[in-house]
């Protein structure tokens, strides 16, 4: 079996919910009682927050690209980010890294257009919703995404932020 590589950390509580889902679908999948093995580095979500807030995508990459390889050298065969915002800079990662990464933007919209469905509504940070990385991927595929209206997303953004990263 291959072993996965989690960069997590930078959505805490995404990376809590990853590491309950897999251990479920494995448990689905196997009833002997193991569990399978695979590898979180959790990497420090303020310099990832810092970077976005001061717009350096290219310091984003740069920081997420020092942490993929740690992946690799513990024994990953492939990886993913367990965020949604760190995919802005995914296709300035991928090709970089040491490792296969899987993108949740498309595991996202194969798994819509899996449940035939042609309209989705895109929630997140700030980042996430204003960002081009969704709508590049559904636009390509057939799938329209809906996002909230600019006073709603700084809503959003600000529960997110104060509310689901502190985990409260």
Same mark, same amino acid.
Not at 45 to 57: R, V
């Given at each position: %079996?291959?072993?996965? &590589?989690?960069?997590?950390?930078?959505? !805490?509580?995404?990376?809590? @919910?990853?590491?309950?889902? =897999?251990?479920?679908?494995?448990?689905?999948?196997?009833?002997?009682?193991? /569990?399978?093995?695979? =590898?979180?580095?959790?990497?420090?979500?303020?310099?990832?927050?810092?970077?976005?807030?001061?717009?350096?995508?290219?310091? %984003?990459? @740069?920081?997420?690209?020092?942490?993929? !390889?740690?992946?690799?050298?513990? &024994?990953?065969?492939?990886?993913?980010?367990?965020?949604?915002?760190?995919?802005?800079?995914? *296709?300035?990662?991928?090709?970089?890294? !040491?490792?296969?990464?899987?993108?949740?933007?498309?595991?996202?919209?194969?798994?819509?257009?899996?449940?035939?469905?042609?309209?989705?509504?895109?929630?997140?940070?700030? /980042?996430?919703?204003? &960002?081009?990385?969704?709508?590049?991927?559904?636009?390509?595929? &057939?799938?329209?995404?809906?996002?909230?209206?600019?006073?709603?997303?700084?809503? %959003?953004? *600000?529960?997110? %932020?104060?509310?689901?990263? !502190?985990?409260?």
């Amino acid at each position: %079996m291959k072993t996965l &590589g989690i960069i997590g950390g930078v959505g !805490p509580e995404s990376t809590i @919910e990853y590491y309950r889902t =897999i251990i479920a679908l494995y448990r689905t999948r196997k009833s002997d009682g193991s /569990y399978p093995q695979f =590898i979180i580095n959790s990497v420090d979500l303020k310099k990832g927050l810092d970077f976005m807030a001061a717009n350096d995508l290219a310091g %984003m990459a @740069e920081y997420l690209l020092e942490e993929i !390889p740690k992946l690799a050298r513990a &024994g990953a065969d492939f990886g993913l980010i367990a965020a949604n915002t760190p995919h802005v800079v995914f *296709d300035d990662v991928a090709p970089k890294s !040491p490792i296969p990464l899987i993108s949740i933007v498309e595991a996202t919209c194969a798994a819509a257009k899996t449940r035939k469905l042609k309209r989705l509504a895109l929630f997140g940070t700030r /980042y996430t919703m204003q &960002g081009t990385f969704y709508p590049k991927v559904f636009s390509r595929e &057939g799938v329209g995404l809906v996002c909230p209206d600019p006073q709603d997303q700084d809503y %959003m953004h *600000d529960k997110y %932020m104060n509310e689901l990263v !502190p985990g409260i």
